[in-house]
């Protein structure tokens, strides 16, 4: 069964820094998502990344995925309060079954003036 | 229009009541899914319909009853549940290629919000 890390699971960061969140998995794949969740609510989706190499950025937000790597990153960039919320990373594996996405355990992002 | 709809927003039943959650999309999308998620966990799928078929039943108690009455609308109809069915369920839906494999993101829902007491 593929596997999804996504570390760190909590972050508390300052409002204007900048870090990064890791996701890695364990089997091929060439399409990895990229979900938030604020507390009680759905998952709203933030990217969409179909191929090795591939670089979305959107606001303060970018993403980018190495297949060969098995791993994916979402980089946060002068983060503000607005961006507090619970992201997900999730795998669709090579030759699943259609709709089977693996789930990473979701990073926490608390962000503080 | 990009929406998935479900219906109720929050729900609490007893464990011997019977319940419908519901959800609709208008994207000519042909795949949808029903998740489960508690609290502080990622979501865990349950059901997959292609084609208003289903095609994924991740081992879930017969307690819960998915149905596809057409390409547009997916039901989860919920007899006899434990405390433990508490959680918030989610709905997506995507579009299928032509191998029957999900072409690109998942759309989820708002969620219902269920509690079985």
């Known amino acids: 069964e593929l596997k999804v890390e996504q570390n760190p699971l909590f972050l508390s960061m300052q409002e204007g820094k900048n870090y990064t969140i890791y996701c890695n998995y364990s089997?091929?794949?060439?399409?990895l998502y990229w979900y938030r969740q604020d507390p009680g609510k759905s998952l709203e989706s933030l990217f969409v990344?179909?191929?090795?190499?591939a670089v979305k950025q959107e606001g303060r937000l970018m993403a980018s995925l190495d297949t060969k790597a098995r791993l994916s990153t979402l980089h946060i960039t002068a983060a503000v309060h607005d961006l507090s919320a619970t992201y997900f990373c999730?795998?669709?594996?090579?030759?699943?079954?259609?709709?089977?996405?693996?789930f990473g355990r979701g990073t926490q992002l608390t962000v503080w003036p | 229009d990009t929406e998935v709809t479900q219906t109720p927003k929050h729900l609490v039943m007893g464990m011997t009541n019977k319940k419908s959650l519901k959800c609709e999309q208008h994207m000519g999308h042909r795949a949808m899914y029903w998740y489960k998620q508690k609290a502080k966990k990622p979501p865990e799928l349950m059901f997959v319909y292609s084609y208003e078929k289903l095609s994924i039943n991740e081992s879930v108690p017969s307690r819960f009853s998915p149905e596809c009455p057409n390409s547009s609308l997916l039901n989860l109809h919920l007899h006899a549940l434990q405390p433990e069915d508490s959680a918030l369920y989610l709905c997506?839906?995507?579009?299928?290629?032509?191998?029957?494999?999900?072409?690109?993101?998942?759309?989820f829902g708002e969620g219902s919000r269920l509690t079985v007491l």
């Open positions: 990344l179909l191929s090795n190499g």
């Open positions: 089997t091929t794949s060439d399409r």
């Open positions: 999730a795998v669709d594996g090579r030759g699943s079954t259609l709709g089977r996405l693996y």
């Open positions: 997506a839906s995507s579009q299928v290629g032509v191998g029957g494999w999900n072409t690109g993101e998942l759309f």
